[in-house]
Nanobody, 125 residues
Framework: QVQLVESGGGLAQAGGSLRLSCAASGRTFRNLALGWFRQAPGKEREGVSSISNRDGSRYYADSVKGRFTISYDNAKNTVYLQMNRLKPEDTAIYYC??????????????????WGQGIQVTVSA
């Protein structure tokens, strides 16, 4: 089992920044990819970004490219999502997830094995 705990959400103004953190604990896997998903009211869960420990590759959805940055701190077993130039359409519940194949892509919810509880991000216009 892998436990994932998100933190850092909240309220921001359009154009502002937030940084999400996701601390992983529990069983360690040689290969592990961590991803961020989001779900807005009435919409399907969307893959936002992922990072693979196999080759360090990163993925970003088109809607966040150039604004969001994913990173991983091995010493802390924590993945971060730095969100800059936030837009009202970024408002959603953000979920951290783990893929034990280690690839992380495609960033589809059914490919991920473990999930955090989710954290609210609200961007005001």
């Amino acid at each position: 089992q892998v436990q994932l705990v998100e933190s850092g959400g909240g309220l921001a103004q359009a154009g502002g920044s937030l940084r999400l953190s996701c601390a992983a604990s529990g069983r360690t896997f040689r290969n592990l990819a961590l991803g961020w998903f989001r779900q807005a009211p009435g919409k399907e869960r969307e893959g936002v970004s992922s990072i693979s420990n196999r080759d360090g590759s990163r993925y970003y959805a088109d809607s966040v490219k150039g604004r969001f940055t994913i990173s991983y701190d091995n010493a802390k077993n924590t993945v971060y999502l730095q969100m800059n130039r936030l837009k009202p359409e970024d408002t959603a519940i953000y979920y951290c997830a783990a893929d034990i194949t280690g690839w992380g892509t495609p960033v589809l919810a059914h490919r991920y094995d473990y999930w955090g509880q989710g954290i609210q991000v609200t961007v005001s216009a």
